[in-house]
């Protein structure tokens, strides 16, 4: 079914009949409107977004998850939207969420922050985890094993969508907030929910908060011949290793912990029925914080395939910079390559070689942003220390020897100078 988003004008004309909701604060109140309107008689909403300014994935998520859900059920959906004042809702597609398989080796997947994903197979996971992965590792700097700590509890979470909602599909969104340094994530499916999943189980809970308080435990699970069980549970150990805030709201009831402390709801919250309980998990690390990985998930370890692709025999790392970068041209490909190197020296404290081999031109901008700025930042003992360049053509060397020299002078001698040399 094709979306219908408009613009105040063309809408004030000719929706008259159709129940108007000003606001969207939470998704518990649009479904509440949905079924006020549908007991009313209803089949057509019109939704009014136009308050609606930066939002994050615990609102975008579950919404796009409730319109799907009602959409199934014959239910119309037209939004009224400003174009300049709501453009970063419009980008997230929570009205029309981007669908993993059919985007696999297209250039929207190289870009997945900030977009409401639904994704419905393992292997579309695996290549949106991926995605997400990437973007945050060349977004910015993170510290130690956060990295490793978001690939595994996005993963478990997805799956278990997959396994044990009996949903044809989830939903996911991600976004870093780097005022904040905050990683957020939220996962929403209009399954039947934690408690109608596990009152079949010898765990047997008689309520949907039991049943959440049951999830987040160790060895809890449907059927132990599918899973272990250990997948909510890493995610709680994981969020309270880095004193970052999780939430798990399904069948009406709701856990949350933040700030060390934890608060439930027993019921009230949204699903759509005692058969369609619902799930959404909201997830958000600070990413400066270190996360003991191995220590959250009592021993186990995982294996970064992405680390080990670039690990040399002598334990240190190579970066192949015509592979790894989006081209030697601008500022902004150079400063995803320089997040990426920094965390791979905050994770493993190995010397790295940047090999240019292949590159024909780096630009003065991109030389600058990739080791200008970091010998300005982090000083010139560091980078001889961390790094080894190789491969360079005389032109490059003289174009990187130049925006070293300029960057050091802005730095040491000419406290004045404008702070962008020479492009």
Known sequence: METDIRSCEELSYYYEIQPFMEKISTPKYLNKQILIGQ?????????????????????????????????????????VVEEKKNSYLQHTSFHTPLIVEDLIGKRELSSPLDKVWRFSTSEGVCKLVDAYVSAIRESDEVAKGVLDSLEWCINETMDNVLQHSSAPYGFVMGQIQKETKRLSICIFDWGRGIYNTLKESKHKPTKALDAITLALQERVTRDEKIGQGNGMWGLSEVIKGNNGFVRVSSSGASYTYSNEEVTTIANGEMNFGDQQGSTFV?????????????????????????????????????????EQAHGTGTRQSAMKLRNSILNIFHEKHQRITLDFSGVNLVSSSFADELIGKMISEYGFMFFINTFQITGVSSINARVINRSIEQRMAQKYYEPNMDDTPDE
């Open 39 to 79: 007991n009313k008689g209803y089949s057509d909403f019109r939704i009014n977004l136009t308050k609606a300014e930066r939002t994050y994935p615990n609102i975008c998520v579950p919404i796009a998850g409730a319109i799907d859900f009602y959409r199934t059920r014959r239910v119309n959906f037209d939004f």
């Open 282 to 322: 909201d997830f958000q690390l600070d990413y400066r914080k270190a996360i003991d990985f191995e220590k959250a998930l009592g021993g186990y370890e995982p294996v970064n395939l992405w680390l080990e692709e670039r690990e040399l025999d002598n334990g240190e790392y190579q970066i192949v910079v015509s």
